[in-house]
């Protein structure tokens, strides 16, 4: 316990100085001192601590270190989209804000809750709806259609029906103990991920059929079916390849960007050449160029902080991800429930894919697919979903936390 306590105690003085440092540093990258720049560092700092402590000390069983990673990655965000465009950086500390909000709901909500029940039948109805008002209604960036405007604001409702999403594969591989009584969860999935792939969401699509396939393996253990909708989505993705100009072009792009390189390879070509400019310990904060790599707030933000931070560093938070989810996947194996297992499988899945299958990208492990950096990327939809991500792990956390008091409790009253 002391441990544990000390070591988050120091991770996060480590954090607050680095968002402070860097702050500091880029308040002065215009030549004259920038005091919006150092007031916007502390009150993010002072926000982060009380953050902390008011949830540490409201919720006794709070898995601290898995908030402490989102919050570290939070943070390199808003320090480098600071360095690349403060007015981006500006309203990310906006969504930041309010994601903690949806973190809290969520939290509240998953401690509470049993399995949703009957609700799942909307949920379903909700994420479908999510994804063909999109296919219908959306604009087209990048060549997907996932964006919709409504005045000046604009989401992306692949982000929240992830959530709806996670709660009816945990509400069904808990609940329906033969195969065959799943059907309707196999039709879901396939709308789910049909509609992504017609909206040419392919990164979302192949979020979804990856999460699927993993929660399925854990819930189930069949290995038959397993295997079966692998080739499916195998053969699904193939199909993709050769009806969509836009899949082709992306993966012909990846095999040879230089080709292209003034053309559609370009922002491959960028990103690479940004990684290998910055080296072991990067360019430094503010001396790189990471705002000519495009989209370098987004979907190349990991390769603009390899840039300036080096690759020690990106290396580092490749780090984070994967004690993220070493301590989601304890958190999944720690819960007395199998809808509360799945649950934060499919929530650590979910984001642990998302994470790779981006920085796979970036760094031309495989085609780009154009979907964010949880936590670091910037963007609303994202953060807000990511959050409440978050938030159900940690709801997850705090319902074992007191099953496992009321466990010692009752055996020192049996003992007594």
Known sequence: MIIKRFGAGIILAFMILFLLSGMFLLSFSGGAFNMETAVLG???????????????????????FS???????CIISIVILYRIDPEVAQKQLIWVLIGNVCMVIAMLVIKRSHDFGKLNW???????????????????????KNWIN?????????????ILFLIVTAYFLSSRDRKRDMWPYFVFTIACVGLLVLSRDLGAALLFAGTFLIVFYVGTGSIGITLGATAAFAGGAFLSYKVFDHVRTRVEVWQDPWA???????QIVQGLLAIASGGLLGTGLGLG?????????????????????GIIVA??????????IVRGILIAMDARTKFDKLLVFGATAMLSLQSFIIIGGVIKLIPLTGITMPFVSSGGSSMLSAMMQLGIIEGVALKNGEYEEAELEEMGGGVA
């Open 150 to 162: 409504i005045g000046p604001f604009s989401f992306q409702p692949s982000e929240f029906a992830k």
């Open 67 to 73: 908030l402490l990673i989102a919050d570290f990655l």
């Open 260 to 266: 292209t390189y003034n053309d559609k390879g370009y």
């Open 289 to 309: 160029m990471p705002e000519v790599i495009p989209v370098g707030t987004s979907d190349y933000i990991f390769a603009a902080i390899a840039e300036e931070f």
């Open 42 to 64: 502390v009150i993010f700092a002072v926000f982060i601590i009380v953050q902390y402590n008011v949830l540490k000390g409201i919720f006794k069983h709070l898995e601290r």
């Open 315 to 324: 290396i580092g938070i490749i780090a984070l991800y994967l004690v993220f």
């Open 122 to 144: 909307v949920f379903m109805i909700l994420a479908v709806g999510m994804l063909g008002m999109t296919l219908i209604f959306a604009s087209r960036v990048g060549g997907a």
